[in-house]
């Protein structure tokens, strides 16, 4: 970036979670011009999202629980969601992935594969998230899942259709972003037909 961006402060406005920390930075705008400005970031670390498929059945295995941000906005809290975790400090992506599958959903995960790694709401925080398609057989659960309850989890599992879920999008039974993209994915990649778009949402 050269001189483009000149970070002047960072101050900690909280520190709970997840760290929020006040920027003031100056950057250079195109018309060469330089600008100060203040912005909040929220400093979530690197993330995992894993969506396991079974490629003989075409079924994904999906995760349901209550997200309070929802429920602020009046919408029904309790999102479908694929698998996701936040990278812990010295662990690495992969790992990450197969331990949230293992703690959420009891799978056991084979064929990992990452497929993009995405900033979802840079505006606001720094979190990346690694996307990975894995692949699972029915017999090889090692459990319930359900999360953990200390850290305050109570996540059902459920096995869908590909096809299925891919059609709650398109009725807005699945609205969570992390999700979608691998559901599409996943359709784009699986064959003729897979690739149209989902149904309109219901008004």
């Given amino acids: 970036m050269g001189d483009e961006v000149e970070i002047k402060a960072v101050e900690t406005l909280a520190e709970d979670r997840y760290p929020l920390r006040r920027y003031s930075f100056s950057h250079r705008r195109r018309d060469g011009a330089r600008q100060d400005l203040r912005r909040e970031v929220y400093a979530i670390g690197p993330s995992v999202v894993v969506l396991p498929l079974d490629p003989r059945r075409s079924t994904v295995l999906l995760t349901r629980q209550f997200r309070l941000p929802a429920q602020v906005n009046g919408d029904e809290p309790r999102l479908i969601e694929a698998c996701a975790g936040n990278i812990e400090q010295g662990d690495d992506p992969t790992g990450t992935a197969r331990k949230e599958a293992e703690e959420e959903m009891g799978c056991a995960l084979r064929e990992l594969r990452e497929v993009f790694a995405l900033y979802m709401s840079p505006g606001v925080t720094a979190e990346k998230l690694h996307f990975f398609i894995a692949e699972y057989e029915p017999g090889e659960r090692s459990g319930e899942g359900g999360g953990l309850r200390e850290e305050g989890e109570d996540i059902e599992v459920l096995e869908l259709p590909l096809a299925e879920a891919w059609a709650m999008v398109g009725r807005g039974g699945i609205v969570d972003a992390k999700t979608v ?19 309109p949402a219901q008004p």
Avoid at 181 to 199: I, N
């Fill in 181 to 199: 993209l691998p559901l599409q994915h996943l359709m784009l990649v699986r064959g003729p037909g897979a690739s149209s778009p989902p149904p």
